[in-house]
T-cell receptor, first 112, second 113 residues
């Protein structure tokens, strides 16, 4: 079954801890994205990557880090520097010159 | 910098009425514009793209470069159209933000019976 998979679906973190959200795709897409979805603020871009071993900051990259060591994977680490990490996180992928982005089911992160 | 603005957070119409979801953008280059939709308990998915000039589920959207707008329209709304709608812009080649996909704040459409 082809697609983009995010795990886990729900994640709880204590304040001061780093946590990593997983995003895997088997669509052979070059580009991958991470968004944060908050009520009333829509989707805000955290990081994006057009190719393996390369990525760019989005609009709200502070307190987050990513890696792109494999084409299929684009994990997002929410660090303790992120002041308000409780949110719904969406991962997406697309062909590098493509016009459609495919989204995962999302991960809801709650800081307790 | 690129920006997408959807001025209405909420939009309510009755079944059979026309609906228009507004989208304005700012971008110095030649953009690609999209509308994405998220139905209840489903993934965010592409509804339509401006380059295709297509009509999907009765929805159309025309890119107006003069007004920098890409409004989504449907002449007769149906209850199953109730969803969250996002307008999105993709930066094209030639700049440092190539491939960057930016979304608006989203509009929740409710179609009442």
């Amino acid at each position: 079954d082809g697609g983009i998979t995010q795990s886990p679906k729900y994640l709880f973190r204590k304040e001061g801890q780093n946590v990593t959200l997983s995003c895997e795709q088997n669509l052979n897409h070059d580009a991958m994205y991470w968004y944060r979805q908050d009520p009333g603020q829509g989707l805000r871009l955290i990081y994006y990557s057009q190719i393996v071993n390369d990525f760019q900051k989005g609009d709200i990259a502070e307190g987050y880090s990513v890696s792109r060591e494999k084409k299929e994977s684009f994990p997002l680490t929410v660090t303790s520097a992120q002041k308000n990490p409780t949110a719904f996180y969406l991962c997406a992928s697309s062909m590098r010159g493509g016009t459609e982005a495919f989204f995962g089911q999302g991960t809801r992160l709650t800081v307790v | 910098a690129q920006r997408v603005t959807q001025p209405e957070k909420l939009l309510s119409v009755f079944k059979g009425a026309p609906v228009e979801l507004k989208c304005n953008y700012s971008y110095s280059g030649s953009p690609e514009l999209f509308w994405y939709v998220q139905y209840s308990r489903q993934r965010l998915q592409l509804l339509l793209r401006h380059i295709s000039r297509e009509s999907i589920k009765g929805f159309t959207a025309d890119l107006n470069k003069g007004e920098t707008s890409f409004h989504l329209k449907k002449p007769f709304a149906q209850e199953e159209d109730s969803a969250m709608y996002y307008c999105a812009l993709k930066a094209n080649a030639g700049g440092t933000s190539y491939g960057k996909l930016t979304f608006g704040q989203g509009t929740i459409l409710t179609v009442h019976p």
